[in-house]
């Protein structure tokens, strides 16, 4: 019954790599999220979908490319990964009307070496 | 910074005693919410209060919104050593949901 689910869970690849996380929400909700949560536990968003249609793009580099094909799911894709890529990614989602009350997925750990 | 700022970084308490965080922000919001995130684990949302209102509560724990001095407290009573955990202030304003960098908080049985 997990709500927002992301896989895989933990991912360690080599510096210059294409990787991709995936991310479904069986919750109904509209909006979908991209957090990156860095080793001092500093969380950023980077992409907000509403409905498919992106809606907020913060300074990410263009390596980072999010697709959502559908309003339950919403994957990142990362070109030419860099050591500093090395974080956890959350998904989230969250209802319309909520006053943006976010629910997350699990993460998923990415060791770029 | 459009993010919350919060207080104390960390915190290490014993089982039974209370334990307070703070946050304190810049911008004007909407809401103001608090998560939780233990270790290894997604973020689960715990309260949220919005603008207009000064006190909310949830169980053990109390959240107070002060818009004058732009700051929040969130108050875990009676702690136990399941709490232990890092918790996130979260502004709501402009349309997005902006966090602080937590206080980690280890309640000690």
Redesign the interface.
């Known amino acids: 019954d997990t709500a927002?689910s992301q896989t895989p869970k933990y991912l360690v690849t080599q510096m210059g790599n294409d990787k991709s996380i995936k991310c479904e929400q069986n919750l109904g909700h509209d909006t979908m999220y991209w957090?990156k949560q860095d080793s001092?536990?500093?969380?950023?968003?980077m992409f907000?979908y509403n409905n498919k249609e992106l809606?907020?793009n913060e300074t990410v580099p263009n390596r980072f490319s999010p697709k959502s094909p559908d309003k339950a799911h919403l994957n990142l894709h990362i070109n030419s990964l860099e050591l500093g890529d090395s974080a956890v990614y959350?998904c989230?989602s969250s209802p319309r009307g909520s006053?943006?009350?976010?629910?997350?997925?699990?993460?998923s750990w990415l060791t770029v070496v | 910074s459009q993010q919350g700022e919060e207080d104390p970084q960390a915190l290490s308490i014993q089982e039974g005693e209370n334990a307070t965080m703070n946050c304190s922000y810049k911008t004007s919001i909407?809401?103001l919410?608090w998560?939780r995130?233990n270790s290894?684990?997604?973020?689960?949302?715990l309260i949220?209060i919005?603008s207009n209102e000064r006190e909310k509560h949830s169980g053990r724990l109390r959240v107070t919104l002060d818009t004058s001095k732009k700051s929040s407290s969130l108050l875990i009573t009676a702690s136990r050593a399941a709490d232990t955990a890092?918790y996130?202030c979260?502004l709501?304003g402009g349309?997005?949901?902006?966090?602080g960098?937590?206080t980690?908080l280890s309640v000690k049985p």
């Open positions: 927002v957090y001092k536990k500093f969380l950023k968003i907000s809606i907020i959350f989230a006053g943006n009350t976010i629910y997350f997925g699990e993460g | 909407n809401n919410q998560y995130q290894g684990r997604g973020l689960v949302h949220l919005r890092s996130f979260a709501n349309g997005k949901l902006i966090f960098q937590g980690e």
